[in-house]
């Protein structure tokens, strides 16, 4: 069984191995492909299985490539996937459904403490020689903000977003959430669900765990802002979509929003005139919260799981 990886690289740069797909068929692992259909044709050949994590496999594509029986996304959302074609040309498409929550709350967690305390600007501080020069033992060059008893409205209370939820509590944080479907269960004396206005209205701290669908695209804009508290904390750590990137600026700039720290962003890597580049008290990260080791080896083994039990005829982690 011929398969082919078109890009492999940011599941494994190098540190983990393919062993588990190679012993399944003759595996080709390309670290990147262009996006082009002409490109992704040529390099799926006549593969019967294709493993991607970015690259777009639209009708274009899935109507050229003949051979091709079996999709595996290297990741949990599949929206670069034409699923009504795959299922038109009976291919089964298989996703990663749950290999980094842990991953993500602790980096949501991560981004989180350092806006309260700024740790990177104040290690780069004293090793420019600030702290050699300070007439007291110590010194801070920010507000250093503590988080027991603030309130953190959580948007989206899925997996991520309750895994964040019970770190948040230990902090001492209040958790406001905000779900499509409520499991009142989850409920606690710290723990509570609440319509969107009441979260923007009552949360210090706002953080993002709904995926990026039509209702929920451009849900932080300004007019959303303008019902949040002066100087409240933003996290983004789903999808960049789910901003409106230059209302944010905006709202950075006048101090609407105290501070904004996002994982992601609208257009990936990001552009040179995005927005958010050059904000006033924003932290960015290059899409890393789900790239532990640990989380990438929980991905590569359910890839071959997802892969074995097609094999078997027992499908799993099929699209529907
Ligand atoms: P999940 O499906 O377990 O949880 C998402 C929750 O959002 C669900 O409870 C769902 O009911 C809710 N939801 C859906 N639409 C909604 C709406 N319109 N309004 C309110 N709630 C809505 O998913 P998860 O595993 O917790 O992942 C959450 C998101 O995190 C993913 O969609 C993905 O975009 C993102 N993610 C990012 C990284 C990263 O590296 N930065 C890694 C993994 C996942």
Known sequence: ???????????????????????????????????????VIKTIGDAEVVFTNKVPLPKEVLTQVPNLKYIGVLATGYNIIDIETAHELNILVTNVPDYSTNSVAQFTMGLLLEMCHHIGDHNKAVMNGEWTKSLDFCFWNTPLMELAGKTMGIIGFGRIGQATAKVAQAFGLNILAYNRSKDYSLESETCKYVELEELFKKSDIISLHCPLTESTKGIIN??????MKDGVMLINTSRGGLIMEAELREALDSGKIGYAAVDVVSSEPMKKDNPLLKAKNCIITPHIAWATKESRTRMMGI?????????SEKPINIIR
Do not use: C, H
Not at 222 to 227: A, D, I, L, P, Y
Not at 303 to 311: G, H, Q, R, T
């Open 1 to 39: 069984m011929n398969m082919v990886v078109l890009d492999g690289y940011t599941l494994n740069p190098g540190d983990l191995t393919w062993e588990g797909l190679q012993q399944l068929g003759d595996l080709k692992v390309y670290d990147r492909t262009d996006f082009s259909p002409k490109t």
């Open 222 to 227: 300004k007019q959303n802002m303008s019902k």
């Open 303 to 311: 890839v071959s799981d997802n892969l074995k039990a097609y094999i």
